[in-house]
């Protein structure tokens, strides 16, 4: 059994920077992990995904080259850092374990999650 908590979300200005963190509590070290985040009224969307040994990285087009996703199997963590944040990125982000090696896009796919953290950036 995989438990997974986030960290890290909070309130920042348009074009500030945030770093979350998911610490999870069993070994991932396996598994693909992704970052998925859900705003009020939409549904939950795919952000970045990252292979079990790091070695290939997927993102959305609405955040590629603002956001990146990093994994440290030694401590069992995932790291997304955000830069160049926008309105439209507030939203409280799920952290997401999928037992394949590689990460998918569709939330279904996914059978362990964090409980999310709220992310808000003011304009």
């Known amino acids: 059994q995989v438990q997974l908590g986030e960290s890290g979300g909070g309130l920042v200005q348009a074009g500030g920077s945030l770093r979350l963190s998911c610490a999870a509590s069993?070994?991932?070290?396996?598994?693909?992990m992704a970052w998925f985040r859900q705003a009020p009224g939409k549904e939950r969307e795919f952000v970045a995904g990252?292979?079990?040994?790091?070695?290939?990285?997927a993102y959305a087009d609405s955040v590629k080259g603002r956001f990146t996703i990093s994994r440290d199997n030694a401590k069992n963590t995932v790291h997304l850092q955000m830069r160049s944040l926008k309105p439209e990125d507030t939203a409280v982000y799920f952290c997401?374990?999928?037992?394949?090696?590689?990460?998918?896009?569709?939330?279904?796919?996914?059978?362990?999650w964090g409980q999310g953290t709220q992310v808000t950036v003011s304009s």
């Open positions: 069993g070994r991932t070290s396996n598994y693909a």
């Open positions: 997401a374990a999928d037992v394949g090696p590689l990460p998918r896009s569709y939330s279904e796919a996914y059978i362990y």
């Open positions: 990252i292979t079990w040994n790091g070695g290939s990285t």
